[in-house]
């Protein structure tokens, strides 16, 4: 069963675009939503969390949006470039555990 | 860099053998976590280390068992390998369990393949 659905699988933009990633969850015990980045051969890096109490969180050029009611949040890229392009993986914890349940990634393409 | 450190980066091995893959946490950080990489599974969760006990435990096979030592490395042994075991096996740690241990930093990751 996949508890953190994420979408799209993949994504193409041209530099400069914003390209948003969605992920949506049924388990009201989560309360911590982190979005990972990984290139190639390495491991995912962790780029921005938000926790349920807020609904948008901004790090640089990364944006996570929360929307509560809806279960669902997603990861905005602000004026994207190659060097963005790489697998990211939304994820998701209960209150009462760290262990990190993640969604299924989307390969993001920026091109030139 | 994350700071945290995994050996070997590859390793290579036969069906029916026994590996042990090394974790270094990052300085300062008690909590060890073990998660799985591969194709058809994506990442999962495999099980929890803080300071030396174990924490948590996800979809580990009963093949594979780990441990955290005094100076908080920690090893995940996988034995009786199978084909299907070829996967990357990544650490992550973070600063203590709990609320304030969300966030969690990975390593390079280990690359497994069994042939």
């Known amino acids: 069963q996949q508890q953190v659905k994420q979408s799209p699988q993949s994504l193409i933009v041209q530099k400069g675009g914003i390209p948003i990633i969605n992920c949506a969850y049924e388990?009201?015990?989560?309360?911590?939503f982190p979005w990972y980045q990984q290139f190639p051969g390495k491991g995912p890096a962790l780029l921005i969390a938000?926790?349920?109490?807020?609904s948008e969180k901004k790090e640089g050029r990364f944006t996570i949006s929360f929307n509560k009611s809806a279960k669902q949040f997603s990861l905005h890229i602000m004026d994207s470039q190659p060097g963005d392009s790489a697998t990211y993986f939304c994820?998701?914890?209960?209150?009462?555990?760290?262990?990190?349940?993640f969604g299924t990634g989307t390969r993001l393409q920026v091109f030139p | 860099d994350s700071g945290v450190t995994q050996t070997p980066k590859h390793l290579i091995t036969a069906t029916g053998q026994r590996v042990t893959l090394r974790c270094s946490p990052r300085s300062g950080d008690l909590s060890v976590y073990w998660y799985q990489q591969s194709l058809d599974q994506g990442l999962q969760f495999l099980i929890q280390y803080y300071n030396g006990e174990e924490r948590a435990k996800g979809n580990i096979l009963e093949r594979f068992s780990a441990q955290q030592f005094p100076d908080l490395h920690s090893e995940l042994n996988l034995s009786s390998l199978e084909l299907g075991d070829s996967a990357l096996y990544f650490c992550a740690s973070s600063v203590e369990s709990g609320t304030s241990g969300k966030e969690q930093y990975f390593g390079p990751g280990t690359r497994l393949t069994v042939t």
């Open positions: 938000i926790r349920p109490d807020v």
């Open positions: 388990n009201t015990a989560f309360d911590y």
């Open positions: 994820a998701a914890s209960e209150y009462n555990t760290d262990k990190l349940i």
